[in-house]
């Protein structure tokens, strides 16, 4: 309750005193990382799962299809951990030149492909398991509901959002 109407009394203010373009820029900076700050666990903790599999007795015994499926997971989880905390390095290594524009727009990007190539991983190891499991038809069932999930709730809600957005001129856009 209090945080809306925090909320309220901020967007209040906004509509009164629009945000100088320097504290935008350092708010979305913030924002980007502090965002990828909750996604960069989950990835790790994956990619620790994904890299201790590989050492364990029964995956000498795996087949060929589920090494290919652990394979899979692992670089699209390398990807993941490339593009999540490839936003965290740059900001170091350009704090203080005047680049946050560029840090924001390239950082989201990379967000976004982290996030995908994470959406990736996740899909393949919950086919890997429903495949040692239960077998290769529940596979397909269990890989294609979850990229169902993902699909939706990372991308298509957003995209509804954004599109619904457009359409009510009631609220002002918020960067």
Same mark, same amino acid.
């Given at each position: 309750? &209090? ?6 009394? =901020? ?7 629009p ?10 900076? /913030?924002?980007? *990382?502090g965002?990828?700050?909750?996604? =960069?666990p989950?990835? =790790?903790?994956?990619?620790g799962? *994904?890299l201790?599999?590989?050492?364990? &007795? ?7 299809? &589920? ?9 699209? /989880?390398?990807?993941?951990?490339a ?12 704090f203080g ?14 967000a976004l492909a ?7 991983a996740?899909?393949v190891?919950?086919? *890997?398991?429903?495949?040692?499991t ?10 294609a509901?979850?990229? *169902? ?11 509804r959002?954004r599109r ?12």
């Amino acid at each position: 309750m &209090e945080s809306d109407d925090f909320a309220a009394r =901020q967007h209040r203010r906004s509509l009164r005193e629009p945000e100088p373009h320097y504290a935008r820029l350092s708010r979305n900076v /913030t924002d980007l *990382l502090g965002e990828l700050r909750v996604a =960069q666990p989950t990835v =790790q903790i994956l990619f620790g799962f *994904l890299l201790a599999v590989a050492f364990t &007795e029964r995956f000498g015994q795996a087949s060929t299809f &589920e090494r290919v499926l652990h394979l899979i997971a692992v670089i699209l /989880t390398a990807v993941s951990t490339a593009c999540l905390v490839g936003p965290v390095v740059w900001h170091r290594m350009l704090f203080g030149r005047g680049l946050r524009p560029e840090l924001i727009s390239a950082g989201n990007k990379a967000a976004l492909a982290g996030a995908a190539a994470l959406f990736g991983a996740i899909a393949v190891v919950i086919a *890997l398991i429903v495949k040692v499991t239960f077998g290769p038809i529940a596979t397909g069932v269990a890989f294609a509901g979850v990229c *169902l999930l993902f699909v939706t709730l990372w991308f298509v809600v957003p995209i509804r959002m954004r599109r619904g957005s457009r359409k009510s001129k009631d609220a002002p856009p918020i960067s």
